[in-house]
């Protein structure tokens, strides 16, 4: 029986899908791997092979699934990935309880016309967009992988097809992290080959406008380095007598937001500089005192670059806002300072990694002691990962008072390896093919990008891009280890050639968010059914 084949009834699914509002996080995001598994479970060949479809748990009582169909004694395996949380919903304003009924929301941004950038107008009123959370990225793509299951189902595939649906990539990828111990189970228990990766994550235009589109042979990566600037508190009507974090950490932002050295080019593909995600001050409570504490975190994109010459890049960064700062305090305080008149406090800054921090900590405690004072904290843990790993990191600083003031680098949760399988013979022919047919059967130019800029789940199985080992980042991230761990040795097990071809779509994570169905639906899917077949024959 075919129920996700045509156009009308994959728009119908995506609606279906797109009705659970799975933020990350929220209950709903439970929900809908609930229904992915009931819409699956009633269909024939499940009934047959019940065990070839789960429900995973996460540690955090979440939930993935997989669902696998086999063709006979068949090795050969596709494995396709796609999530199914979404962002929140604050930025649709009026409409927000229409935002996860694309249908009716469609309807009703006829209404309001004049809200609507000139772009999205065009598109509403084309009547070939459907608007809503989710519809680009990336229930679309996880809608079509499910009618190409079900092409698997009826026997279309001279392979296997294994479906893997994750929670939380939109913040930190556990899904697909704990997917990797199934992944490799899986390969065990059926005989598996894993022959490529396949994920469906929607074309990113590259400029307002951009008319092309896009598919991808590799994903970007992102590291989240911070800084703890920990200065020397100080009475306000005694600014001198000390350093305020805020000054520190103020310095530290004119040095990376926006710094050109970290831009990296390879090919066609360029990375944006450095952009602050995270810039507070640590004090909880109102008063004259300065701020002890302030922390930054900042988004680094990288494609070939290493962690080594990041972390030099960040360290450099970090010594040129030191010089600023000692020099900024004394000639503030030259004209303060009357005559013979001279501040006992002297600004020396320690700039350190984490893991220099922590084996001070160990020099002046014993590293028992340190740990024991870790392990009470990861007891008492109420905090994300961002909040929990400057908690740490600050924990370690107030042990070592006597060297600060101090900047530590450090890093926290998400970390997505860059990947490629660019020059992967198998993965170029499949491109090769992929322009050729989208040319010849639909007039479509389908343009080869290296990188997928939007990050994506293919950054844990696909092949690393750098030569750097995950080590070099994660001694230098608090919370490895404690209540997070980046399994690096399951992500090297289940390495795969990997592939992005994703719907058209606008305006990922903003109200506008909207897909395009022709292509989406009727051609999409039509060019990956010949791809795959494509993967099987290669």
Known sequence: MKKWQSKQQLTDLLCSLVEYPSVTGTNAEIAIFEYLYYILEDREYYQKHPSHLKLHPLDDGRQFLSALVKNGQAKETLVLIAHADVVSVQDYGSLTNLAFYPKELTQELHK??????????????????????????????????????????????????????????????????????????????HNLTYKAAVNTEPMFSK???????????????????????????????????????????????????????????VDEDRTPPPISLMQKDLKEEYSVQTPQAAVTMYNVLFMKQSINEINEKLLNAAERAKKNIIEHYYKQSAYYLKNDQKSSFEPKIQVLTYQQLYEEAVKRYGEGEVKRRINLLIKQRNQGDRDFSTTLVRTLASLCKDISPMMVLFYSPPFYPSVSSHHDPMIKKIAGFAREYAKKEFGVDVVTQEYFPGLSDLSFIGPVTTSSSIKQLV????????GFSLPSNLMESVTMPIINIGPLGKDPHQWTERLELTYSFEKLPVLLNECFHQLFNS
């Open 475 to 482: 001694e230098q991230m608090p919370i490895q280890d404690k």
């Open 207 to 265: 400029y307002p406008g951009d008319p092309a589109y896009y598919m991808y042979t590799g994903s970007i990566g992102k590291a989240l380095p911070g800084f703890l600037c920990y200065g020397k508190e100080t009475h306000a009507g005694e600014p001198f007598g000390g350093l305020n974090a805020n000054l520190m950490i103020s310095y530290l932002a004119k040095e990376l937001e926006l710094n050109e050295a970290f831009i990296e080019e």
């Open 112 to 189: 309001h016309i004049d809200e609507l950038p000139e772009d999205a107008v065009k598109d509403l009123q084309s009547g070939n967009w459907i608007f809503g959370r989710g519809t680009m990225d990336m229930k679309a793509g996880l809608t079509v992988h499910l009618s190409l299951l079900e092409k698997a189902m009826n026997g279309e595939f001279d392979g296997n097809l294994l479906l893997i649906a994750v929670p939380d990539e939109e913040a930190n990828s556990e899904g697909m992290l704990a997917s990797l111990p199934v992944l490799d189970q899986l390969k065990e228990e």
